[in-house]
């Protein structure tokens, strides 16, 4: 799994964040915090529970700490087809709505990010409000490089 590091990586800064939205600090907080916001891609449940198995968490709890990050807007949660919900963490400085397209591979399923990468209408374009009001996800899909190459 690909990571970035970051200086808000450390316990007391993501503890202070944790505090500021009015969750407890708890260590499995803290670790699951720690992991979207060292990730590159969005994490399904599954795949935050095999990085942090060896931590001794609970499935149940890494699955209500997912919903209460998302909750308080500390991460964001997808569906990229698959009926899987995946989750990222909020950086900050990220674009105003939080929103930023996705590549899926449709052969692997593997997710990436595609940040600074906008899309946007041109004036006067008809469409849903939802549009307009940016409330929609963009999925780019095809094969990844690893699947193209094979």
């Known amino acids: 799994m690909a990571t970035l590091s970051s200086p808000r990586d450390d316990v007391s800064g993501l503890r202070d964040e944790l505090h500021t939205a009015s969750l407890r600090a708890t260590a499995s907080r803290i670790a699951v915090l720690r992991l979207l916001r060292q990730t590159i891609a969005p994490l399904s449940h599954a795949e935050v529970t095999e990085q942090l198995q060896h931590e001794g968490f609970d499935r149940a709890t890494l699955y209500r700490n997912l919903f209460d990050l998302q909750r308080v807007g500390l991460a964001r949660r997808s569906d990229h087809g698959d009926h899987v919900w ?10 105003p709505t939080g929103e930023h397209p996705h590549f899926v591979c449709h052969q692997c399923g593997l997710v990436e990010c595609l940040e600074g990468l906008e899309v946007s209408l041109p004036r006067g374009a008809k469409g849903p409000r939802a549009i307009r009001k940016k409330a929609v996800a963009v999925q780019l899909k095809g094969l990844c490089d690893r699947c193209a190459a094979a």
């Open 86 to 95: 995946r989750f990222e963490a909020v950086q900050s400085g990220a674009h």
